[in-house]
């Protein structure tokens, strides 16, 4: 295992004390909880929106904390959930008058915080809701889930509430817009090598020289199947033919476009994907509002991405374009 | 090797047609030299920024080119320097009435293939300058330069004469805040992993399972040492030392920081180099003004980082600070 660490055991506390160190005055840290929030967090009048799932997803979560996105993320050990008392004390510290909102992937571990921790928040008298998220077409259950999983798809649901939540709407037409965002996007994901895990300093999964698994979760869990390794354009062509086929997207419809890395792969190669992404829309019919191409949600190191097609209405394309000030900025 | 890609020949097309896919609008393509430009360029009373390098390093150059930093971008093929056609080309199409600004990471054949361009447009009466940038300490001489390299500092000079530039300065003037950058930024790299060019499909140099490279440049050629694998605040320590004494910097200077990943490293992982980089800079009494953590100048798929540190001047602060309307967006 090669890695730019210390022990093993503080990479999360580490990079979260890294991350706040390198956004001064926007960002606190609450050490033994691992909680990461805005500054001016709680904000009279404004639904509190939190999320929080497994590290090595970075730049999830704790990354996309800022005005007009998130308020606040509760990250866990990598690819373990976030304990009930980190999430119900991330719920306590910044709860609004408006209630706080949870946007949470469906993974079982985090739904299981989740749903404990809103229920002591509740009978301190918070108002809590919660939209998940489960866009991933590839598999309905698996090792870490009950139903679909979700993917990077997440983003979309974490950007859109989130600006619209800057604008104080009601933690009800929150709810509903997350779900409206949640219904009409879809990913599916593709890797070409495993990951490893700090505090394990192995792949957590073997994959041949030659093979790819198609539809792989973000913790390198098992997908639909695993293919020889073959020509980007082809996997692309199986990934959009998985995904347009599930809502159905349709010719006509106007679409936002994620192509995620997993950690391991290029941003070259990402582009690489984009183009073949960007030509079989267009084959079919279909526009391209805005495009999103980088690292959203990792599986720590692994070589692969995962595309997201998100069907826009005009409050979504308003939103998408409201800006976010966030760590996860580049210049 | 395992890449998203189709022909290990077409990666550098088929990124850059990706690229220019994801921003319509934004930028034009001329495939056969591949050059990507503004598609507003060239704009009338503005000088002209051009830069180019071997492909391999993106986000480094193509991704760059928007309103606020570069006009043009000469990407070569990976590892290799642009052609002096392609220089020669980029700078006939994009040359203003206020001449064209070349800014170069002092490589050998970067410099052979500029200033041949250079030569080839002056003759038809075209205004050249040209920048180098060499803000790497660890080696004065190296595999593919004479003098000092440039590494992940010249983003530092792309952004701050390119927001200049934006302000319609002169050709004098920016070429003066070019070098006065330059002069002011330092850089030293580290590799944990050799990186695998598409046309070759193996590492193009090896490193030990317990070992890394001190020094390293941004092709994966030799530094100043080899040492074994340590935890990572030595390692960033070792850097700093080195970087801080070359200028030297001083106690009370304020700095912007630039903590780069080599393309293989999770985004967790710059975030605890950062996380000691901030603690070792205030110790010794100086200041942030601004940190950059994230992928800026890459190797391919090299596990490693490097640190640039610039002393800033209250113009290059204001000039840092100003919008860049580039690809390299996240949101």
Chains 1, 2 share one sequence.
């Not at 997803?57 to 304990?83: I, K, N, R, S, Y």
Request: with cysteine; charged share 30%.
């Amino acid at each position: 295992m090669k890695k730019l660490i210390n022990d093993p055991q503080d990479v999360v506390s580490e990079m979260l004390q890294g991350l706040v160190a390198a956004n001064p005055g926007k960002l606190k840290l609450i050490p033994d909880k691992r909680i990461v929030l805005r500054s001016d967090c709680p904000i009279k009048d404004k639904v509190t929106i939190v999320t929080g799932s497994g590290s090595g997803h970075e730049p999830d979560q704790a990354w996309l904390v800022g005005e007009g996105m998130l308020d606040v993320a509760c990250p866990g050990d990598v690819f373990a959930a976030p304990t009930m008392d980190a999430v119900y004390e991330a719920t306590r510290v910044s709860a609004s008058d408006k209630g706080v909102l949870y946007l949470v992937k469906n993974f079982s571990g985090d739904r299981m915080s989740f749903d404990m921790a809103r229920e002591m928040a509740e009978a301190d008298g918070i108002r809590v809701e919660t939209v998940l998220v489960n866009e991933d077409v590839a598999v309905e259950d698996s090792t870490y889930t009950a139903g679909r999983r979700g993917l990077a798809g997440a983003i979309f649901v974490y950007k859109i509430v989130g600006a619209r939540a800057e604008e104080k709407a009601s933690i009800e037409e929150l709810k509903e817009l997350g779900e409206r965002v949640n219904a009409n996007v879809r990913s599916m994901g593709v890797a070409l090598t495993s990951c490893t895990m700090p505090a394990k300093g192995s792949p957590t999964f073997d994959l041949g020289e030659d093979e790819m698994e198609l539809g792989v979760g973000i913790h390198g869990e098992p997908g639909t199947k695993r293919i020889k390794m073959k020509a980007v354009d082809e996997v692309v062509n199986d990934l959009l033919e998985r995904i347009t086929s599930d809502i159905p997207f349709q010719r006509g419809d106007e679409l936002a476009v994620m192509v995620n890395g997993l950690g391991g792969s290029p941003i070259s190669e990402l582009y690489i994907v984009y183009r073949k992404v960007d030509e079989y829309l267009k084959g079919k019919g279909m526009r391209v509002f805005r495009s999103y191409v980088g690292e959203y949600v990792t599986s720590l190191d692994m070589a692969g991405c995962s595309v997201s097609l998100l069907r826009v209405d005009e409050e979504m394309k308003r939103l998408l374009l409201e800006p976010a000030d966030i760590p996860l900025r580049i210049l």
